[in-house]
């Protein structure tokens, strides 16, 4: 059964280091998205790709946080420097429809802890 | 922005008893996701609704779309031990959001 792939699992880094997450879709989605996940909350979306291109960031706190999907397939999300604020789980979720509000299938995480 | 409300936050119930929660929005909404999340693990999706009044049945799980379109319905009839978790709705306001969830414990 196809998945989301999302590595690493775990990742523990000081405040003010570089962290990246990878993530790769479910093959032929054409939407991918990026949650941040408060423990206790539900995710927030912080970025909404359809293929390459970046379709809503309004919630990406760009300052620190960077998201690419240069080729439409895989997407790597990129936090320079981590704040202990950021310590949360990162999720990455695709659609095969290029539209709001269609079903969203997610990856397992990547669990950030900032010290 | 725009914000869901899920209710209850949190809920014990015995192996057995049915469930019900709700999730409501202060806006209009076209579809409505359920999800069930396991701890350490992403949100699995559970019940599509994409039009208002549909009921849609997923083994003992069913979801409704209210009439409004200001909200939906998650009823789980005869829990089991494997229903724990946190069932969180999700949908497209002007960006996709989720509500806080609804944690269930099923009591053996």
């Known amino acids: 059964e196809a998945e989301v792939a999302q590595s690493p699992r775990y990742k523990i880094t000081e405040k003010s280091q570089a962290v990246a997450f990878w993530c790769d879709p479910i093959s032929g989605h054409a939407t991918l998205y990026w949650y941040r996940q408060i423990l206790g909350q539900g995710p927030e979306l912080l970025v909404q790709?359809?293929?390459?291109?970046?379709?809503?960031d309004s919630q990406l706190p760009k300052d620190r946080f960077s998201a690419e999907r240069l080729k439409g397939v895989d997407s790597t999300l990129k936090i320079q420097p981590a704040e202990l604020g950021d310590s949360a789980m990162y999720l990455c979720?695709?659609?095969?429809?290029?539209?709001?509000?269609?079903?969203?299938?997610f990856g397992p995480g990547t669990r950030l802890t900032v010290l | 922005g725009q914000q869901l409300n899920q209710s209850p936050q949190s809920m014990f119930i015995q192996e057995g008893e049915d469930v019900s929660m709700n999730c409501t929005s202060s806006s209009i909404f076209n579809t409505w996701l359920w999800y069930k999340q396991d701890p350490g693990e992403g949100p699995v999706l559970l019940i599509a609704?994409?039009?208002?009044?549909e009921l849609t049945s997923n083994g003992r799980l069913t979801a409704q779309f209210g009439i409004t379109r200001k909200d939906s319905f998650l009823n789980i009839s005869a829990s089991i031990p494997s229903d724990v978790g946190i069932y969180f709705c999700?949908?497209?306001?002007?960006?996709?959001?989720f509500g806080p969830g609804t944690r269930l414990s099923v009591l053996p």
């Open positions: 979720a695709s659609s095969s429809y290029r539209g709001l509000g269609n079903e969203q299938f």
């Open positions: 609704l994409y039009k208002a009044g």
């Open positions: 790709f359809q293929d390459e291109s970046v379709v809503d």
């Open positions: 999700a949908g497209p306001g002007q960006n996709f959001v």
